[in-house]
């Protein structure tokens, strides 16, 4: 399977993350952002839970246009504003794969710090190729490419119909290329973002794309009814 990944670019593609050990169970930081206590990542599943294109839920109703949604952490929770009138689809198997237990001690395999400023997560595989087993189209994908921090995006592969579990948070204004219809944006952070920019600043096993450095893995994903 391909990995999905928030840009395109062959040259940021990884072939894989990088290796090395984290201290937990302490703050970290440095001069160039907060610091961050995060507990020990839990083991990822050894068995993904895996769905088919039945599985699919129907897009989500024009009301509620928002819903609230919080993503727990071993570093803290991040809190979500679903935009279920904008991208009715990706928020309906959000809310589905939440449901299920898709998510549950899914490490973050991506973090970038150069070019693009993004957090990703959502394999529960860990290596970025994982998905549940369905796909589906692009959503409320911004025109001129921009997405701004706190924006909560769809990862995909080049196939405009390959969106499944994977998401990205993005910390710091970023450009996207908008060929092949751009990535759906589903959200947008309402608190927790310091999460992610404290995690930026401990920067990316191996480079500026990769693991991040301090690992962070999500214990489980809650969207209101």
Same mark, same amino acid.
């Given at each position: 399977?391909?990995?999905?990944?928030?840009?395109?670019?062959?040259?940021?593609?990884?072939?894989?993350? !990088?290796? $090395?050990?984290?201290?937990? &169970?302490?703050?970290? *930081?440095?001069?160039?952002? @907060? =610091?961050?206590?995060?507990?020990? %990542?839990?083991?990822?599943?050894?068995?993904?839970?895996?769905?088919?294109?039945?599985?699919?839920?129907?897009?989500?109703?024009?009301?509620?246009?928002?819903?609230?949604?919080?993503?727990?952490?071993?570093?803290?929770?991040?809190?979500?504003?679903?935009?279920?009138?904008?991208?009715?689809?990706?928020?309906?198997?959000?809310?589905?794969?939440?449901?299920?237990?898709?998510?549950?001690?899914?490490?973050?395999?991506?973090?970038?710090?150069?070019?693009?400023?993004?957090?990703?997560?959502?394999?529960?595989? !860990?290596? $970025?190729?994982?998905?549940? &087993?369905?796909?589906? *189209?692009?959503?409320?994908? @911004? =025109?001129?490419?921009?997405?701004? %921090?706190?924006?909560?995006?769809?990862?995909?592969?080049?196939?405009?119909?390959?969106?499944?579990?994977?998401?990205?948070?993005?910390?710091?204004?970023?450009?996207?290329?908008?060929?092949?219809?751009?990535?759906?944006?589903?959200?947008?952070?309402?608190?927790?973002?310091?999460?992610?920019?404290?995690?930026?600043?401990?920067?990316?096993?191996?480079?500026?794309?990769?693991?991040?450095?301090?690992?962070?893995?999500?214990?489980?994903?809650?969207?209101?009814?």
């Amino acid at each position: 399977m391909r990995r999905a990944l928030p840009l395109l670019s062959a040259a940021l593609l990884l072939a894989g993350c !990088g290796s $090395g050990e984290a201290t937990f &169970g302490g703050p970290t *930081g440095s001069a160039a952002g @907060p =610091a961050l206590v995060c507990d020990a %990542p839990p083991e990822a599943p050894s068995t993904p839970l895996s769905f088919t294109a039945d599985d699919l839920p129907e897009p989500m109703p024009a009301e509620p246009a928002t819903v609230p949604a919080t993503i727990r952490t071993t570093c803290g929770d991040i809190e979500l504003e679903l935009e279920a009138a904008l991208a009715p689809q990706t928020v309906a198997s959000f809310a589905f794969l939440a449901e299920q237990g898709y998510w549950h001690d899914s490490p973050c395999h991506r973090l970038t710090t150069s070019g693009i400023f993004v957090l990703q997560c959502g394999d529960p595989t !860990g290596t $970025g190729r994982g998905n549940p &087993g369905y796909g589906y *189209g692009i959503e409320n994908a @911004p =025109a001129d490419g921009s997405y701004p %921090p706190g924006t909560l995006a769809m990862a995909r592969t080049m196939d405009p119909d390959s969106n499944g579990g994977q998401f990205f948070i993005v910390y710091a204004d970023t450009q996207l290329p908008t060929d092949g219809g751009g990535y759906s944006v589903f959200g947008a952070v309402t608190d927790g973002l310091e999460i992610v920019e404290a995690l930026a600043a401990q920067g990316a096993r191996g480079g500026s794309d990769g693991a991040p450095a301090q690992p962070i893995s999500i214990l489980s994903v809650d969207v209101e009814d």
